[in-house]
């Protein structure tokens, strides 16, 4: 249900215009990775390989947009570095997986939650 809502909300930020779709999605775009980022930690807690290895595949590219967005946006420096180290963190989550080493999936993964944290810390709009 929720790569559901991942891919329409996807689907209509390409049906509209890049600016105001951006703009109008980046709350969705946060919500989506926030559900993600629950889903791997439980994932990742129960030892459900390839279910947290999917959901970090889909942080990576979640954060690889969100970097993206920064960039084009300009004057968030930080927050571009906050979603380039979040994306690193969801590659080492993967190599962890892959390892079965999931006490390193989970210190990677809390990492994760702290630096999205911080972001939110800087840029969250209430």
Known sequence: MRRSI??????L???GGVQSAQEELDTDWMHAI??????L???IATKQASEASSDAKELADWFAKVQAYYQTKGDAPDAVELARKSGGLT?????SIDAKDF???TASATA???????CHNFYKKS
């Open 34 to 39: 926030e559900d993600a980022n629950k889903s």
């Open 112 to 118: 994760l939650s702290r630096t999205c944290k911080t």
């Open 13 to 15: 930020a390409l049906a």
């Open 91 to 95: 590659q080492q989550i993967r190599q």
């Open 103 to 105: 006490d390193a999936a």
């Open 41 to 43: 930690a439980s994932n």
């Open 6 to 11: 991942v891919t329409i909300a996807t689907l």
